[in-house]
């Protein structure tokens, strides 16, 4: 499918053990630090003294980070620089998840890689209790490693809002009848990861190893968000009063963000689920009739 077509969007405005963690020392706290890690994670600097984490991925390891806090709601924000040249076979994300039970909630933002000149793919989810399979994918309409980008996942009681540099690209709605993910904290996670069976082209392109290691980096981290219990659970909350800028917990999609979404749509959309009536013989799920 060729690539989307460029436009300018309205109002534009990561399991246990650090291993090769690098940087310089500062008197300020690094984000990162908010973060257990595995495998190959660095801590540096940009040119603007901005701190930057990276992932690194070789034929040995990938490498994640998750936050040792869980939360119930909030916005959460990243500015990631993706895998340059030929990514094909890797897959970078930026999510929130409950963890790894059948009954798990999460939400995602994951991306597959290419072969160098083709669109990067933002793949979107949500599972609710264990119940997936909600993926819209997206060809990005910019080169993601060419610099930073912001992605920002907006989850609150009424919509889960998916957004690329500001630009609203997917809003996931809740109807009482139907699952969605709201009573699991979760926690942030990051990951850069072998996808060679599915991310590519359905896994018909491998990685290539000789291009190893590969590199994808994130910075500008937010999470403005209620936090769970002490670092991992319990029922006590603590979320951002009007003053800290809480205007999340009742964000609803706008007129550019509904603009925006139907232009994603008609540009960028490459797999909608309530599209695939082979995934869904039995019919489609019941948010697919009322969006």
């Known amino acids: ?41 660095r801590k540096d600097y940009d040119g603007s003294g901005r701190q930057v984490a990276s992932l690194v991925l070789d034929q040995s390891s990938g490498a994640g980070f998750n936050s040792t806090r869980k939360y119930l709601f909030g916005e959460f924000s990243v500015e990631m620089k993706l895998v340059a040249g030929n990514s094909a076979g890797t897959v970078t994300s930026f999510y929130l998840t409950s ?13 597959m890689g290419n072969s160098s000149g083709s669109p990067t ?15 819209h994918q997206f060809y990005l309409w910019f080169d993601p490693a060419a610099d930073f980008h912001k992605y920002k996942i907006t989850w609150n009681d009424k ?13 996931f709605k809740r109807y009482a009848d ?5 009573s699991k904290p979760m926690a942030v996670h990051a990951t850069l990861w072998d996808g060679s069976y599915w991310a590519t082209e359905k896994g018909k392109v491998p990685i290539d190893w000789s ?22 659970g319990g029922s006590s909350s603590s979320c951002p009063d009007a003053a800290g800028g809480n205007e999340w917990m009742d964000r609803q999609p706008d007129d550019t963000d509904r603009l925006t979404v139907e232009w994603a749509r008609r540009n960028c959309l490459q797999y909608n689920y309530c599209e695939d009536g082979w995934r869904f013989p039995q019919g489609f799920p019941g948010e697919c009739a009322r969006n």
């Open 1 to 41: 499918m060729a690539r989307p077509a460029a436009w300018t969007p309205p109002a534009l405005s990561l399991a246990v053990a650090v291993l090769c963690l690098v940087g310089r020392s500062t008197s300020a706290e690094f984000w990162l630090d908010e973060f257990t890690t595995d495998g190959d994670v």
């Open 99 to 111: 963890g790894e039970g059948d009954e798990h909630d999460e939400i995602d933002m994951e991306f």
């Open 121 to 135: 793919v933002l793949n979107t989810n949500v599972w609710a209790s264990g119940d997936g399979k909600k993926e």
């Open 159 to 171: 919509n889960i809002i998916f957004q690329v540099d500001d630009v609203t690209v997917r809003v």
């Open 178 to 182: 139907l699952p969605y993910p709201s």
């Open 211 to 232: 291009r190893a290691p590969f590199v994808v980096s994130y910075r500008a981290y937010t999470a403005n968000a209620c936090a769970v219990g002490g670092g991992g």
